[in-house]
């Protein structure tokens, strides 16, 4: 499974950005697929995920109300929606594909994409 994000740039704060990844590959076998983001001498942290149904989606408290995730298994896309951004909100975001086989799981990442949100 390969993952290309794109989206990403140089905004305002308050400003939106909507974030994309397509997939590619055994996509049929992606279950969970989400956002993370890693800044500079941080750990990467959990955004946002979304199951294969597009049920159940997950979100940090930090960006709840203001991201909205969501998927296109036809299409094998996902992407992020994002309103109201801060400077608090400038990391690299990566997308992560989670597949199933054989009772496993095995994770795939993305190259990442730079999100700044200046002040």
């Known amino acids: 499974i390969q993952l290309v994000e794109s989206g990403g740039g140089l905004v305002q704060a308050g400003d939106s950005l909507r974030l994309s990844c397509r997939a590619s590959?055994?996509?049929?076998?992606?279950?969970?697929m989400g956002w993370y983001r890693q800044g500079s001498g941080k750990e990467r942290e959990l955004v946002a995920t979304?199951?294969?149904?597009?049920?159940?989606?997950v979100y940090a408290d930090s960006v709840k109300g203001r991201f909205t995730i969501s998927r296109d298994n036809d299409r094998a896309t996902m992407d992020l929606q994002m309103n109201s951004l801060t400077p608090e909100d400038t990391d690299v975001y990566y997308c992560?594909?989670?597949?199933?086989?054989?009772?496993?799981?095995?994770?795939?990442w993305g190259q990442g994409t730079q999100v700044t949100v200046s002040s």
């Open positions: 590959g055994d996509t049929y076998s992606i279950n969970t």
């Open positions: 979304i199951t294969r149904s597009g049920h159940k989606k």
């Open positions: 992560k594909a989670v597949q199933g086989s054989w009772g496993r799981d095995y994770d795939y």
